[in-house]
């Protein structure tokens, strides 16, 4: 495909010193990144199972409620997604990542606040999730295009198994630490400690060093031509187009199951709030392993091959999952869990390094935007989808059905032009 565009010189890389046995450790700008969205990343997984538990526990919300509370979070995607890309391809993307780290600090913060007031409600943790949802819509797209400015492109794999490593390992910690806040001190404590992550973050994402060059504002052609760029190119190159549906039905089926498996863990198998901060933390070790095996995975079977191997071999234990509590003991049925989780953070960062290298850079926010729209709208799709199935089949129904779902995205590869692919292909010209 040809679009017709000006010329926009892409950002400056900065490859940092000659490659040493440290590898990118050896490059303080990646160093920051890392230690930055390792901290913040360690507080979203404390976060995500505190507001959970806050909801379920604090406030005894039905499925349904809890599955709306999941949706909002990921509900700005369908009317922010497209302007983000185009906005975030003209702004110096680690600025936009440091105000969005400050923003949500504060909205987080403001959850314990409540809390310690008696003034907590449902109603606050939906309108909450909902703005951090529109926050991280910009944060999500600036993140996924700025590592290409701060790395060379023959480092990108390494990069992002280090950067999913790092937020692996965190969320390894975080269930279990939200769980121990969330018995010691009360559900609520667990978003306070979020908070502080994010400023951490942003002091890290202010020491970073280096020179962006957006399109000067000659070479802005109105925001409606420029998304429209993006979604050409990502409608009409078979790889992309094929990645962008593969996420959306995976998301579909994986959030589903994430509506209902704080109530499926409570109300049908029993566990304890500590208790549900172990079985988290058991099945992040998946996503630590996944994250760590993809730089091995692309090396032994090849980068598109090892895709299919991630989501034919590794998601299907997810069916064990729903036999928790009933024909399989919990422990067993959470490790199978965390052998799913592993193929898709593995399959996650390889279809997130070919991103990268692939798109053009000055094109690359509005491409991954584009796709973010199509597999991000998924999520709220499949959270309010689990939430009612939940409510009315109940929880344990809910997680066979949606685990289905989750490994018929398989499907969409074995149909596509990666079936018969060892590595996916070169960077694509705009």
Not at 286 to 294: C, I, K, Q, R
Not at 399 to 415: K, P, Q
């Amino acid at each position: 495909m040809t679009t017709s565009t000006v010329p926009v010189e892409p950002p400056a890389v900065d490859e940092g010193p000659r490659r040493s046995r440290w590898g990118l450790w050896a490059q303080g700008n990646f160093r920051k990144l890392w230690i930055g969205e390792t901290t913040s990343g360690l507080g979203t997984a404390v976060g995500n199972v505190a507001l959970a538990l806050v909801a379920v526990v604090t406030l005894d919300a039905s499925p349904f409620m809890v599955g709306v509370l999941t949706a909002s979070a990921w509900v700005p995607w369908l009317f922010l997604g497209l302007l983000a890309g185009a906005w975030v391809d003209r702004w110096p993307r680690l600025k936009v990542m440091l105000i969005c780290d400050l923003l949500l600090l504060v909205l987080f913060g403001s959850v314990p606040v409540a809390g310690w007031f008696d003034a907590l409600t449902m109603a606050q943790l939906i309108v909450v999730a909902l703005l951090a949802g529109a926050v991280k819509v910009f944060f999500s797209t600036a993140y996924g295009a700025v590592l290409p400015t701060l790395v060379a492109k023959d480092d990108l794999l390494e990069a992002n198994v280090k950067l999913r490593s790092g937020d692996s390992a965190a969320e390894i910690a975080g269930p279990g630490l939200a769980g121990l806040l969330s018995q010691v001190f009360g559900a609520a404590s667990g978003l306070l400690a979020d908070a502080v992550t994010y400023l951490v973050s942003a002091l890290c994402l202010g020491g970073i060093k280096v020179q962006e060059t957006p399109p000067p504002r000659s070479a802005r052609r109105g925001l409606r031509r420029e998304i429209g760029e993006g979604v050409r190119f990502l409608v009409h190159d078979p790889y992309l187009r094929t990645l962008a549906s593969f996420a959306a039905v995976g998301n579909l089926g994986l959030n589903g199951i994430q509506a209902v498996q704080t109530v499926f863990l409570v109300r049908s198998v029993g566990v304890s709030p500590g208790g549900i901060g172990a079985v988290f933390a058991v099945v992040s070790v998946g996503g630590l392993a996944g994250a760590a095996l993809a730089g091995r995975i692309a090396r032994r079977f090849g980068t598109a091959r090892g895709l299919l191997l991630c989501e034919l071999v590794a998601a299907p234990f997810i069916l064990l999952l729903p036999l928790a509590g009933t024909r399989l003991p919990l422990a067993v049925s959470a490790v199978a869990w965390s052998v799913a989780v592993c193929g898709v953070i593995a399959g996650n960062v390889l279809a997130g390094s070919f991103y990268q290298a692939y798109c053009p850079p000055a094109m690359i926010g509005r491409i991954r935007a584009s796709a973010s729209t199509v597999n991000f709208s998924a999520i709220p799709v499949g959270a309010l989808l689990g939430g009612w199935l939940g409510e009315v089949l109940g929880a344990r129904t809910t997680i066979w059905i949606m685990a289905g779902v989750l490994l018929s995205a398989g499907a969409v590869l074995l149909a596509s032009p990666l079936r018969g692919m060892r590595n996916f292909p070169e960077r694509r010209a705009a």
